[in-house]
C-alpha cells in the first residue's frame, strides 16, 4: 500500500499553508483491520483515525498538528477509548501515549517494515485476548475489626488509646498504625494469591500491580479470553460473596493488553 507524506510548503508560502503536522500511533493491528466511522482520535475537535499499512500489520494513526500539546485528559481518554474498542474485535498491540512520529512514510519505514515479524506474531498470541483489571477494596472497620480480633498486641494499644489525647498516646498510636500496616501488606498478598487462586480455571496471564490506596486488598490485570468474560465476571462474583462486608471488587475491561505488550515506542526493535 503506498502511504501519504505530509507535504513541506515550498519556500515562500504563506504562514498560513505552512502549517505542519505529524503522526500519531496508537497500536499496531493487523493489516485487514479498518477503523469505524465513529472511531475519534487526540485532538480537539478530534482526529480522524485511519490506518498505515505494511505487510500482514497496520498501524492506528491520527494526524495532528504540532503546535498544540498532548496531555488532556480528553486526549488521554481517546488513546485509551480507541484501543480499548479495538480489542474487542481485532487484536491490538498498545503504544503508550504520546507516540509521535513525522508522516506516514515513517509509521512505514520506522515503526512497521522491520519489525513486522515480531508484530505479526505478537499479534497472533494475542488474538482473542483481551485484559482486565481487577480491584477489591477493604471495608476499613471490617478489616481494623479483623486484625484487631487476630492481633491482641494491636487490641491491647487500642484500648490503650481509647479516650486518650493524641500527645499523650503517640508512640501508641505509632506502633499501632505499624502493626496494622503490616497486617494489611500481609493480607493483601494472602488476598490476591486467593483471587488469582479462584481465577486459575480460566487459565489467565497475570500481572501484579501495586497498590494505588492503602485499603487495597486485591489490585491486579488479568489476560484472558475474551469469550469468557461472562466467566470471569461469576467468578469474582462468588469471590465477593464469600468477602461479603469485607472487601468491594470492582472489574475493569475489556482493554487492550497494556501490562502484557513489552513494546511501547515507535522505532524499537525486537
Same mark, same amino acid.
Given at each position: 500500500?503506498?502511504?501519504?507524506?505530509?507535504?513541506?510548503?515550498?519556500?515562500?508560502?504563506?504562514?498560513?499553508?505552512?502549517?505542519?503536522?505529524?503522526?500519531?500511533?496508537?497500536?499496531?493491528?493487523?493489516?485487514?483491520?479498518?477503523?469505524?466511522?465513529?472511531?475519534?482520535?487526540?485532538?480537539?475537535?478530534?482526529?480522524?483515525?485511519?490506518?498505515?499499512?505494511?505487510?500482514?500489520?497496520?498501524?492506528?494513526?491520527?494526524?495532528?498538528?504540532?503546535?498544540?500539546?498532548?496531555?488532556?485528559?480528553?486526549?488521554?481518554?481517546?488513546?485509551?477509548?480507541?484501543?480499548?474498542?479495538?480489542?474487542?474485535?481485532?487484536?491490538?498491540?498498545?503504544?503508550?501515549?504520546?507516540?509521535?512520529?513525522?508522516?506516514?512514510?515513517?509509521?512505514?519505514? *520506522? /515503526?512497521?517494515?522491520?519489525? =513486522? #515479524?515480531?508484530?505479526?506474531?505478537? $499479534?497472533?498470541?494475542?488474538?482473542?485476548?483481551?485484559? !482486565? %483489571?481487577?480491584?477489591?477494596?477493604?471495608?476499613?472497620?471490617?478489616?481494623?475489626?479483623?486484625?484487631?480480633?487476630?492481633?491482641?498486641?494491636?487490641?491491647?494499644?487500642?484500648?490503650?488509646?481509647?479516650?486518650?489525647?493524641?500527645?499523650?498516646?503517640?508512640?501508641?498510636?505509632?506502633?499501632?498504625?505499624?502493626?496494622?500496616?503490616?497486617?494489611?501488606?500481609?493480607?493483601?498478598?494472602?488476598?490476591?494469591?486467593?483471587?488469582?487462586?479462584?481465577?486459575?480455571?480460566?487459565?489467565?496471564?497475570?500481572?501484579?500491580?501495586?497498590?494505588?490506596?492503602?485499603?487495597?486488598?486485591?489490585?491486579?490485570?488479568?489476560?484472558?479470553?475474551?469469550?469468557?468474560?461472562?466467566?470471569?465476571?461469576?467468578?469474582?462474583? *462468588? /469471590?465477593?460473596?464469600?468477602? =461479603? #462486608?469485607?472487601?468491594?471488587?470492582? $472489574?475493569?475491561?475489556?482493554?487492550?493488553?497494556?501490562? !502484557? %505488550?513489552?513494546?511501547?515506542?515507535?522505532?524499537?526493535?525486537?
Amino acid at each position: 500500500m503506498s502511504t501519504e507524506q505530509t507535504e513541506r510548503p515550498e519556500q515562500g508560502d504563506s504562514d498560513e499553508t505552512a502549517t505542519t503536522t505529524a503522526v500519531y500511533v496508537y497500536g499496531i493491528v493487523p493489516s485487514d483491520v479498518e477503523p469505524e466511522e465513529h472511531a475519534e482520535g487526540v485532538g480537539n475537535p478530534p482526529a480522524e483515525v485511519s490506518v498505515v499499512k505494511s505487510g500482514r500489520i497496520a498501524a492506528l494513526v491520527s494526524e495532528i498538528p504540532t503546535d498544540r500539546a498532548l496531555g488532556t485528559p480528553d486526549d488521554l481518554e481517546a488513546h485509551a477509548a480507541l484501543l480499548d474498542g479495538t480489542v474487542t474485535v481485532a487484536p491490538v498491540l498498545p503504544l503508550r501515549f504520546g507516540a509521535v512520529l513525522t508522516d506516514r512514510d515513517a509509521v512505514a519505514a *520506522e /515503526l512497521l517494515e522491520g519489525n =513486522e #515479524d515480531e508484530l505479526a506474531s505478537a $499479534l497472533d498470541q494475542l488474538d482473542g485476548l483481551a485484559q !482486565f %483489571v481487577v480491584k477489591g477494596r477493604y471495608d476499613e472497620r471490617a478489616i481494623l475489626q479483623e486484625i484487631l480480633e487476630e492481633n491482641s498486641e494491636a487490641a491491647q494499644l487500642r484500648e490503650q488509646i481509647r479516650g486518650q489525647s493524641e500527645d499523650a498516646t503517640r508512640e501508641a498510636r505509632m506502633a499501632l498504625g505499624e502493626i496494622i500496616n503490616a497486617a494489611i501488606e500481609a493480607k493483601r498478598n494472602e488476598d490476591t494469591r486467593r483471587t488469582v487462586e479462584a481465577l486459575s480455571s480460566l487459565d489467565p496471564m497475570v500481572n501484579e500491580r501495586q497498590p494505588t490506596h492503602e485499603q487495597d486488598a486485591v489490585h491486579i490485570a488479568v489476560l484472558v479470553e475474551l469469550e469468557r468474560q461472562d466467566e470471569l465476571e461469576q467468578a469474582l462474583q *462468588e /469471590l465477593g460473596r464469600e468477602w =461479603e #462486608d469485607r472487601v468491594e471488587i470492582s $472489574l475493569l475491561g475489556p482493554m487492550a493488553a497494556y501490562d !502484557f %505488550v513489552a513494546k511501547s515506542d515507535p522505532g524499537e526493535g525486537g
